[in-house]
């Protein structure tokens, strides 16, 4: 599988802002997986949205996905100190089975 | 509801140490991953089954690295002769069926190699 690569690597900001991310992939997808990674509760599922999706709402989260420039984001709104974790996207190619492949990942700061 | 839970929670090995880290993942699921994080990193792919099977084990960093699943249920992935460049949280993670669904994750093992 390939590894999307997550930016900014780093994003600080204070609650009630919204915080984007973005993640880049290089070869054609089946899905792609937002996960998120705290200390409290280790590496949890946010999302998946499919290939021919093109936008996908889960609570106060929003991922896009532009399959034309193999790009998606991840958008969290009105932010909250808990949300403070590092962000992991993993795009899933065509295959029998999916292994995950993680970049280093956004690590977001809110801010109280 | 029971999740994957991982087994032990720490371990601190002294260097050449052989180490055996459980797994057990949320019932049902047929498939079942685990992952290599260092510190700072992303999660590295190790080895992947499908039921009892062990359908890929590319990632397996040597061949002191070794895992298994015998029922298709619980898994252990041994290292023997430990060194300090295996110290990393070892993730394990099972889904319904692996076909690019999305994977449930354990709390982790920290091994720490000195």
């Known amino acids: 599988s390939q590894q999307g690569e997550e930016d900014p690597q780093a994003l600080s900001i204070q609650e009630g802002e919204n915080a984007t991310m973005n993640c880049s992939y290089k070869?054609?997808?089946?899905?792609l997986q937002w996960y998120r990674q705290n200390s409290g509760r280790g590496l949890v599922h946010l999302i998946l949205?499919?290939?021919?999706?093109r936008e996908k709402h889960s609570g106060r989260l929003r991922v896009t996905l532009d399959t034309s420039k193999k790009s998606s984001s991840l958008l969290i709104t009105a932010s909250r100190a808990a949300d403070t974790a590092s962000y992991f996207c993993?795009?899933?190619?065509?295959?029998?089975?999916?292994?995950?492949?993680f970049g280093k990942g956004t690590m977001l700061l809110v801010s109280p | 509801g029971a999740g994957v839970s991982q087994s032990p929670r720490y371990k601190v090995a002294k260097r050449g140490q052989d180490v055996a880290l459980r797994c057990d993942p949320i019932?049902?699921?047929?498939?079942l991953f685990w992952y290599q994080q260092a510190l700072g990193q992303g999660p590295e792919f190790l080895t992947y089954?499908?039921?009892?099977?062990?359908?890929?084990k590319s990632g397996l960093p040597s061949d002191r690295f070794f895992a298994e699943r015998p029922e298709g249920s619980v898994s252990t992935l041994k290292i023997q002769r430990t060194q300090q460049e295996d110290s990393a949280v070892y993730l394990c993670?099972?889904?319904?069926?692996?076909?690019?669904?999305?994977?449930?994750f354990g709390p982790g093992t920290r091994l720490t190699v000195l």
């Open positions: 070869t054609s997808i089946n899905n």
């Open positions: 019932s049902g699921h047929v498939s």
């Open positions: 949205i499919r290939s021919n999706e």
């Open positions: 993993a795009p899933i190619e065509d295959s029998g089975y999916s292994t995950l492949t």
């Open positions: 993670a099972s889904s319904l069926d692996g076909r690019a669904s999305e994977q449930f």
């Open positions: 089954f499908q039921n009892e099977a062990q359908l890929d």
